[in-house]
Structure formats: C-alpha cells, structure tokens
C-alpha cells in the first residue's frame, strides 16, 4: 500500500513490498525493488542477529485523534494523521557508542535534492553531533544503485548553504566528502564497516 | 485521552494532560498528576534544551491499514492498530554513549510487577548490553512517588526468575540493586546524574 503525503511524499507500509505489483510472471530473483526502507530494515534485521549492532527505524509518528473499542476484539483508531518526525529515522548501538542516521534516495544523476531534509532533522543532527554522537545520512542514487554515507557535519554545513545559493548537493561533492558502501546481497547495505573505519580507525 | 488497549493498559495521547479532567476549581500548583511518560518527556526536554543528552521517546507504533486523500487537506488515516512496541520506549545519546531505557508505575507498595515487561523488550535489553549500551529501566512506585533506576542486567535476570516463581520484583530488591532519582521541579525526574554515577565513574 502506498500511501500519499500532503506534501507529494509516499509512506510506504512495511507489510507490502513494492514489487508485489509485478505481474506474477515477472519473477525476482534478486532484491532489486526494494526501497531504501526496505534494503536498510533488512540490513540492520541481519546486524541484530549476528550481534553487529542494534540498530531500528523508528516508528512513523502519528497523531491520534479517535479510537474505537469494539466489545472483545482489539481497539481501532479511526482517525489519526501522519505527524512530521522531529528526529531522524533511525538509531541504535555500536560498540557501545550512539549510531544515528537518516536515508533518502533521489532519481537525480548529477546531485542530492536537500528538500529531502527538513529544519527539524537538521537540528536533530546538529545536538547528536554536539553529544559526541555518530551522525551520518545514507544517501542513494537510485539510477546507479549507490549508496553513500555522509556524516552529518556536511549534510548541516550543505544544508545552511542552502539558504543562500543551491538547493543541492553536487554529486561530485558527495563523492568527495562521503564514503561509498558496498552493495550486496545480504547486508543489501553493509554501511558499518563504514562506520567503523570513519568513526573508530582514528 | 484515555485509549484501552485489548490488553487492559492505556494509552494516554500527548495533547491531553491527565489532570485535565480535575474539576475546574481544583488548581494545580504542582506537577502531580501527570504521567510518567509527561515527566520523562519534559526531562528529557529540558536536557537537550541544556544540551546534556539528546533522549527521545520514540512513537508509539501503529499498523496502518486503510488511509483517505480528501482534496486539498492532509492524509487521514482511517484504520489502524496499535501494536506491541519491539523494542523499549526510550533512547539516545549522552556523551556518546548509547543510551536506552523503559519505564514503568505501579501503584503496589512492596513489589513492582512484572507483567509491565514483555519477552521482545528483554530481548532488546540483552542485545543493547551486549553492545556495551546503557540499558535500564525507570521505576516509579506512584503511592511514594519514588523512581528508581534498575539496571537491564538486573531486570533481566528477575524477569527470567519469573518464569519459576515470583511475578513480580521486591521492593526491597529495587532499593538494593537500583538508584533512588531525585525527584525535583525542572527536571522533574533527574536520572543523568544517576547514569553518570553509574556508567562512568568507574
């Protein structure tokens, strides 16, 4: 199911996979499909079960407005609305240390839209990296199939430009400041060794 | 608002205060009254504010099944189901480190119950340790207003107790495992100092 945000966005619920809408002959064999949501949630399934790190997108927020209880069966809300996150998407433990990042992907070749970002989000990052935590966005070019992760000093550093010039960021500036993560089949996305060289190696 | 879950819990929505539905007349100078949810979330507001930790709760999750497009106005989700959180409630950073936790009330005087935990949260807390993050759990004895906090090794090694014998914790046991939290106005439940003490002072 997929639903629309006001703002053009999609929410894509974790109980049905985009490629369901594949006529049945097209069988898959590969995870090609997915969205980042997806690649990223198995990603860190698997961390978790090979004791890696404890890692977890966040629930959606929503605001409830009514719930129902009918009589021996579960309560039902019957009117809630998709609330914007104040924080970033996902978060966890790695070795011991804070782990925070967001995810976005773009069709866009040659740069990163930052309209994909939002104050909140950025402000977010901003306190996470003053607490000494790691801080990072994942971002994908969805036509090439890579995956960068760039910590969250530029993505603020970028995004503050933002108010002045560009609404993007270069992709050349990406390649320069961000780290590219190698693509898989199980971890689909294997960024903590990423993680571990950016943020541990020193 | 006052949501009942299947399970007999409730469910209190952030917009509306508890003490809101005191009669009119009865003016309340204090914090009292309000949930323990309320309390840790103005901490942990206070604290970023402060920029000593960035501690958040995450949303509470919910199954999305049927959402409407009206024209012109925001999504609005008309089905949906509040489901059994797999993870604790809370969680940051706080000088780098991983910081996670629950927290429950009772209203019983020499025992806390156990049944306020569920095997998924234990799950969690054990594999949170064995990444070397702090893990804990809040608890409030409403009738004293005290709160203390209990480390996850403890809580863990109760509630697999339970599973032989006794359902529930001694008090006794939470004053000789856990750390009384000062209790104050701003912030209200100040378990940093506690952290601190008990994480990084050796």
């Known amino acids: 199911m997929t639903i629309r945000y006001p703002n053009g966005k999609r929410f894509e619920t974790s109980t049905v996979k985009k490629n369901q809408t594949k006529k049945p002959n097209q069988i898959t064999y590969s995870n090609r499909g997915m969205t980042l949501e997806e690649d990223i949630n198995t990603t860190n399934e698997w961390y978790v079960e090979q004791g890696l790190a404890v890692i977890h997108k966040k629930p959606t927020p929503v605001q409830i407005v009514q719930v129902d209880y009918p009589q021996r069966s579960a309560a ?13 998407d996902y978060n966890g433990v790695y070795k011991g240390r804070y782990v925070d990042f967001e995810a976005k992907e773009t069709k866009n070749k040659t740069s990163f839209p930052l309209n994909n970002f939002h104050d909140h989000q950025v402000k977010h990052m901003k306190e ?75």
Chains 1, 2 share one sequence.
């Open 76 to 88: 039902v809300i019957k009117e809630a609305y998709f609330k914007q996150a104040s924080t970033t």
């Open 128 to 202: 996470v990296l003053r607490q000494d935590g790691i801080c990072f966005v994942l971002l994908r070019f969805t036509t090439t199939d890579e995956v960068y992760l760039l910590d969250a000093s530029y993505l603020i550093s970028f995004y503050e430009d933002m108010k002045h010039s560009r609404k993007s960021i270069r992709k050349s500036d990406v390649e320069k400041y961000g780290h590219l993560i190698k693509i898989g089949y199980q971890p689909r996305i294997d960024y903590l060794p990423i993680v571990q060289h950016a943020y541990f190696s020193e």
